[in-house]
């Protein structure tokens, strides 16, 4: 199996806060991997050092066989690598059509064949050509996150990274963008890298995940291997606890803190 | 998701309020109206869009509205004739001048100044400050710095400088005017570029591998345009009275140019006994100063972001 | 079991440039001292309920209902200043965020004492002590340090037992809760969640949830009602979920990806138009 994506002792440092311990994960090609964790776990942060927006002071990573820089990232990275947000609605220009996002990628790549492109691709997400000179706000949050994704997959990348793509949604629009995800990643045979901090999503989504605590890897299990409860640490169990609901009087009032 | 139906016929109305536009243009359209529809709402921004239209038509019409010529006075017999005279409705200066005709043949000069010194002016602050507000560090130092330096000084004495050093005139005074006002752009455009610089939008274009020069032109700046149009709008009253106040101290517009502001500095010889003389074209500035302030108050009710996100 | 809440065709509208948006759209229930879910998706209209009962709706808005009864309160009818003093003192909200519903420039302490003497009469060393002693009861340690600090220095799990504190300080019998522990990590969640459960319980206090969460609304509440596009769809007792009948409340606990439950694709919620009607 060769590396997608493979990240070795990457340490992100923000003015003294390590945002990133010395973190190493490797992701097959064509693997889905999921990072689990509560905010400031550092999760979003690898992302984000991966496709070259946050400071990495030691470590590699390497793409597709290639060791990237600290921080620099060419225009060949960004075809193999792409990224879908959380914030759906912070994530498209609030003054340009559908039209006019999905082109800029094409433009930016000096990829022909704009006009039949942007056509599939809002096809490819569901949508179809009566969104495509829609302004983002005249568009519900999960059509907005199948048009970022659309734009993320319009220069048909090899590795998609998704920073909590369905945490701004409500349950049914969720539930109907994670099959679009599941069904692009069958059809174009990408990578993906998701992040999350709901453990019911990431099971559904991924073959592998690492659960993150602040700025370390706590725990690498499978899926399965969490399904069946062969959960070793107990941050990882009291996640699981957490994420089926309310337990009256089974979770005695933790000391404060 | 969306049924198929035949283009059923709509209204304009409808067509430009469509939430689900055909084309590029319609989008574009339906946007430009619904501003249209948020500004025409407001009485009083109607009010001075109406002013700035008159003037706009006064200066193209001015040969044909004015009833004598602007430059050559009847010194014979209509010196210093009062408002009201025959066939002089605002009267006449020293030289024996028709005031109206000199009042609408100098709008053109005042269209002349905001024009110019709204092209100059505007595009280098809006530049300036998006470039300084996206690159950051050191490049945002040297050119906040350069803005700062320009703002220290009072525009008037600023401009008058340049004019002192340019040499009178009145290509000179919208240079004068234009060099002095835009670091007030600068630090409007900066401030929406911070704002903007780490929103998701832009980092996604960054992630498609866009050169900081495109992020800057096509992404950033048209979200600092329409402040900055509102503060240009705004302004204008206020490069007007510059103009004004160079031409009153004679290193604007040179006689006999019927520049609103020289016309006020050669009426207050005779201020107390012909108040006239000045009084008509200070009402011209006044006039034409109040409606771009309302004309900028509704603009930026009508552009603001926070209304058109909705 | 004399309600102490009484809602009966509860309406609210929201008059536009381009017409009236119903966002309540007759909606009924009663309350007695227990807890109510109120669940549903972004402009289902639950969150305009909890605020039409608590008065903070935007004043373009219009309000009508055929009963809005708080122990024998007509909460329509009463006066701006009676309205007032039974916020907080009798009836009292908790929000989303607490980054935003607490004032930024007055210290977490100050901002409880306030909220106390604006309702009781107290001395101002009696305030403190009932500020620092519920501190204590939302289980923050060392209460006397949060006393004086502000909002930006607490952590959202903090931030959000503050305003439980403050909420609850004036001894209120009614509480509603907007997605209190949306903005918080799931373990903080059920923590701040086990407090709010125990003060309730201790207080005898009613509860309205208000949440998107199907699952943690029903593992919570006594009772859950379902809203969609401004109607209730269902009202049930939470632990008969699984028994829901409107295939609405079935979608929504169907559509939630769970662990140890592969289903690929997930089943995807198919809106009906009728349910809207």
Known sequence: ?257 | MSQISETPVLSRREWLLSDRPQSRLQARLGRAYMTWRRFSSNRLAMVGLGIILLLVAVAILADVLAPHSPVIGNLGGARLLPPGSEGYLLGTDDQGRDILSRLLHGSRLTLLVIVLVAVIAAPIGLLVGAVSGYAGGWVDAVLMRITDIFLAFPKLVLALAFVAAMGPGIENAILAIAITSWPPYARIARAETLAVRHSDYIAAVRLMGASPFRIVLRHVMPMCVSSLIVRVTLDMAGIILTAAGLGFLGLGAQPPLPEWGAMIAAGRRFILDQWWVATMPGLAILIVSLGFNLLGDGLRDALDPRESGQ | MTPMLTVEDLRVRFPTRTGVIEAVRGVSFTLGRERLGIVGESGSGKSQTGRAIMGLTPPHAQITAKSLDFDGIDLLKAPSKLRRSLRGNRIAMILQDPKYSLNPVMSIGRQIVETLRTHEKVSAHQARDQAIAMLEAVQIRDAARVFDLYPHEVSGGMGQRAMIAMMLIAGPELLIADEPTSALDVTVQLEVLGILDRLVADRGMGLIFISHDLRLVSSFCDRVIVMYAGRIVEEIAATDLAHAKHPYTQGLLDCMPAIGSSRHPLPVLDRKPEWAL
């Open chain 1, 1 to 257: 199996m060769t590396a997608a994506v493979s990240i070795d002792d990457l340490v992100v440092d923000y003015d003294g806060f390590l945002a990133l311990d010395r973190v190493s994960i490797e992701i097959a090609s064509g693997e889905s991997f999921g990072l689990v964790g509560e905010s400031g776990s550092g999760k979003s942060t690898l992302l984000r050092a991966i496709a070259g927006l946050a400071p990495v002071s030691a470590g590699t990573i390497t793409v597709n066989g290639q060791t990237l820089a600290a921080r620099y990232r060419d225009k060949a990275f960004f075809r193999q690598v792409q990224m879908v947000f959380q914030d759906p609605y912070g994530s498209l220009h609030p003054r340009q059509t559908v039209d006019r996002l999905l082109l800029e990628p094409l433009a930016i790549h000096g990829i022909d064949n704009a006009e039949p492109r942007i056509l599939r691709a809002l096809d490819e997400v569901g949508l179809g050509a009566s969104f495509r000179f829609r302004y983002s706000h005249q568009l519900s949050g999960g059509q907005r996150q199948r048009i970022a994704i659309a734009r993320a997959l319009i220069i048909e990348p090899s590795i998609l990274l998704l920073d909590e793509p369905t945490s701004a949604l409500d349950a049914s629009v969720q539930a109907e963008v994670l099959n679009l995800l599941e069904q692009v990643r069958r059809d174009r045979q990408l990578t993906f890298l998701m992040v999350s901090h709901d453990l019911g999503v990431v099971t559904h989504m991924c073959d592998r995940l690492a659960v993150m605590k602040s700025g370390r890897v706590v725990e690498r299990l499978s899926s399965g291997d969490l399904a069946s409860g062969k959960v070793e640490q107990t941050y990882t169990q009291e996640l699981m606890v957490a994420s089926k609901g309310f337990v009256r009087r089974v979770i005695a009032p933790a000391p404060a803190g």
